[in-house]
């Protein structure tokens, strides 16, 4: 079979620094080398072996009511079904080729479900979650528990679990979905399944409280029933209520000189599995953090890359070398090792306490799992 | 200095079952091995090793009003303070020697504490508890975080942290402490360490919330400041509601179909580190049952000892050959591998549900992580 | 900065099974997308999500007879030297675009120093080893421990170590390198720094066992100096004398009826970190395989990716749809979830044994750590 | 029950500092806490609580020459067989009332097997290992693999495995136990199972390597057919060959400027589970060290006890107020939290080199697993 096979590889003998001198030796070793299948180290090593990382996405932002506009015809263009599955709508990192990737191992969309409407029963072994920005009336059945989702949720659900969505309101709803599928392409882990052609009529109803937030949800406690440890987190919903109380917690405990937030004027939580303590997915870090009126955030910068959503109140972020003002809704990323700080700026139209949420997920799990986490702050506080 | 030492051992040479002949060399080389302090295996393994564990304690009860009357008595008689350090009144087991054992590894006690007295504060690596079984009005100040103590409150508190206690009410207060004090006694691990002759006045506050279920009473939510994970739980109280709303959906769900429960009609809950998933203390397992009016418990026995208090409800509850009838706050030990099960029996003037509910205690974390975990349970359901 | 990019995304409104009616209304809104960096899951859920992994990446073969010719050819052409680095020389696999991946994860690359020539000192995060096939006389000098190569020794070193070579003897010498740089390269977590321009005259010495060797290469025996579990191997080399007595011997105790092997007649043995039993590097697996003369092995798939080498003996290969018959040195990559079936089949110029020896790497730790390892095997014995 | 018992509890109301008043009231009350099975803290803290562990158990040291004189007669009188089980004579701590505990946790003892004789096989929860001072001739069946024992070699052997001994040669073999006999019986663990009344004759050959050597004895190399963790080694024999090169190994290279031994001239390794890279045993670590020809040892403390046996030279041991000059197979314990330092001194019948060789156990797994490790080294070099 290795006959007629064109070979895709292509060297060129240049008279370049770190190179050996191009002479005809040197190219018939190439040609050799090409038709062998075979890469040199030293034409390659800046390129794979650069200092630190230089991510081949760029940061970028996306605006909240151009995606939602966007959406909103595609709920009424293109049905929802077998095949397609979901009406999810992918950023595509402006320098990865057009590829739906928000960087090179996340993916993030908006979905949209229009009312009445439901998205078919599927499980993958992608780890995936919901975040609602707004809106409600949506609740997702994984393993037949219908869970809610409202504005401020976050919906994690580790790989391999069944799971549809039906939308019980009166009006479309949307909300962000991400995943690790550019991770699991890249290693080529994913498995797929279809599963039934439709929910049971015993699905649709709409619990207050799911069955995962009855057994889980209630801090600190385990079911006898369902002990063990398990990969993602048992718990489907983790409530904004919660998430609002503590980040508020952390700031009153810092005015009373407890150390409690991450840095001054800077709350932060970060959702994890009860049955370990550690991320909510295998791949998959989900945090919120809260910005208080008028503070700022030390330029920080990680191995992994960061989709953010704006949550609510406004601000200023930087990453790297751009700069964007946020809103409500705005979507941006954060590439591998480039440095984020992030200005709250409270606006006219936003609420009362002026500070800027922002929800956060980035792959900083697989760099912790297999030793390959780094992080600098500037001190600048 | 082993010149003068009197030997403790004594040996008998016996006309016994798997003993040797008893002779007059035996008695002579028996009297070598006491004066060299050396002692057979071959006329102690009966007892040293024997087929399953054989417990030295005994199962009992003691009947909660019973305590209460003579800790209130206490309460009159003896002063809290530097020395004393608690106004605690343990529970011996009847066949420990008179010791303040409930079991050979567990200390349990009723502490009593007078309106505006303060319990001095100290540290020690002993991992202690404190369960309310009634009252209200004390709060215990740990590393100078106050924490308010209600009726069916879990506060649990790994070794090594600064405590005090302040009765704030205008009323006496009684509560139970469980400790491994027997087992570290054992095994000779212990340091203890006096604080403070005083605590400050701003740790005499009363607030609704402390300060450490601001920071981690969210179910599955960790603050970014303080991750990590820790040996001992840095949630310091597990509130009545959250536990009581957990078991009440564990019988719902049964009533489902959902498989929530831990047998039938018996919901359990148990308190957790959300640092790692694990127990909340090293050494000391906590949990809460719940039996259903009317349901029973499959007889069950483990390796390692327990200590329950009934919290609501009646019962009747076996252990080994013996049985009692139970009522609220009344406490019972179960000693290694004695088998175990329970009857709700509702009786007039109980609350409405009829349900049995028992707080527990074991050591059990210890024989998990030392690989000496066994439990059966006889299968009658 | 977004108003003047062109946007990579290119959709297209077609007739295709599951898609959306090519309306001239969807035209637009594939425009939008297209100028908004969005990309709907509908056009690539096939690609991106299929029911299970299709590696980009084919099996193939590599003759070490060519590369090990093309290598000494490097050898007398390239200079090895601060900047290019490494005579390294590295598989392409046919279908990645001509990329040094032997797969999507994996590097596998000969390796080829002069007599007397040095491979300067640098350190990287990429995980790395060397195995030796044919050969002795370079040693790699890790953190200032010089390390003899032999035939058969397998050589790992964790990420982030300092390190250099230098070949004492008076033949040039080829060894094969593994890394995850592709791995490292699509995550986007590689650093990289320069080392000393030259290495010592003390590191130059060549000692019959490194400190490595002396303080972590006796079985089961840790230095209570060095305590502590680390993310890689302490051991810097593992002995061929070892690996083959160890192979060896499974395949004895199987002939003496004691369970040892993997299957009939194929015997393995796993290179392990001692501190912590775990895989000698965070990313990579490494083992070797023995067949004995006349076994198969049964068909066997994974998700993830592997590279094996021939180390003795020959056989027949089949990886999918191909198939090669291979013998010593040669190299062939099995891509993610590709059944590989192997038989040995002794020649005449083989060893007595009529074995077939294969050294295996894979990139197999990383999905154990994240939660995404599925094998499948046919069981045809 | 209970109203005929007896309380075993006794009070006395006394006139002694941090003690209430003893008065008439008081004497009341403490017997309505016999009466009730209560004892109060304030009279117990402050044997129960102590500022640091205050070992039950004394320093003591055993001559190796008296013991073995005395399991020589041993040897002639009491027979081996069922219900006896082993002829072993264990260590009593002079101050733990004559009970066979070499410490609170610890047992340990020496074990004499005459030419020819079987020890029957059983099994038990207790965690144990053999260690050889002398001799050779015996081997241990465990799950039907014989182990030859030698001089220096360690054999641990994880609870509830199958084991029986065996005398294939035509002189007597004495050899150290240690178990955990003490801790298990304790906290109250332990099982116990009579085996086989004969151990078949497959089972007395006299392998070179036993099959745990074959799969397990190859430094770093894991059979792939027996992966898992387990919590005990499935190493069965450590062998003194590979301890001493370790150790000579340690000496040489701090001789080098290496940071190898664990302070100057002593050299220490611990004995480890392949499979996870920790203690061998879940309850017992065991360790060999060697003081060089005139070095010592600074005086250190833990929690926990230790048994330590002389393998080889001479020296002066001091724990607490306790000293003595110890030599080959001499034994010594060092309670909880005494202070250990060890110089060498060498005598003229010592070896060559003049190290000072010791065997060490240890219950430090469990405390470690525990969260109850401390460790208190002082600086004097």
Redesign the interface.
Known sequence: ??AE?T????LRATDA????AP?E??AD?YR??EK???????T??GD??????????MP???EWR??LT?AD??GH???VG???????????????????YAS??LWA?IQYLMPGEDAPEHR???NAFRFVVEGEGVWTVVGRDPVPMRRGDFLPQ??WNWHAHHNAASRPMAWIDGLD?P???????????FGRDAISDEERVTPE?S?SE??????????????G?T???P?LR?RWE??D??LQ??L??EAQG?????ERGHA??????????AD?L??IRA?FHRIARGADTAPRRE???SVYQVFDGSGRVTVGD?SWTVTRGDLFVV???QPLSVTSEASASDSDSGALDLFRFS?A???E????S?TETEETH
């Open positions: 079979m290795t096979l070979s895709p590889v292509r620094p770190d190179q050996p002479t030796e040197l070793l050799g080398f062998e299948l075979l890469v040199p180290l030293w390659e090593i794979l072996m650069p200092p630190h990382p230089r991510s081949k996405a970028h932002r996306w151009t995606l966007l015809r595609a263009l293109v049905p077998r095949g397609g599955e979901r009406r999810a709508i992918a950023l595509a990192n402006p320098s990865l080729g057009g590829k739906p090179p191992t969309a993958h072994t992608q580790a790989g599928i991770f699991q392409y890249g290693t080529e882990a994913q498995f797929f399944e409280r069955r009855r057994l889980w949800g209630n801090p600190g406690l385990a079911p006898v029933s369902r002990l440890r990969p993602g987190t718990l983790y919660h998430t109380r503590a917690d952390q009153e405990l407890v150390d409690a937030t991450l932060a939580v970060r959702f994890t599995n009860p049955t370990n303590g909510v295998p791949t945090e191995t992994g890359s751009l590439p591998s090792w792959d799990p697989i760099f799992a297999l030793n390959l780094r």
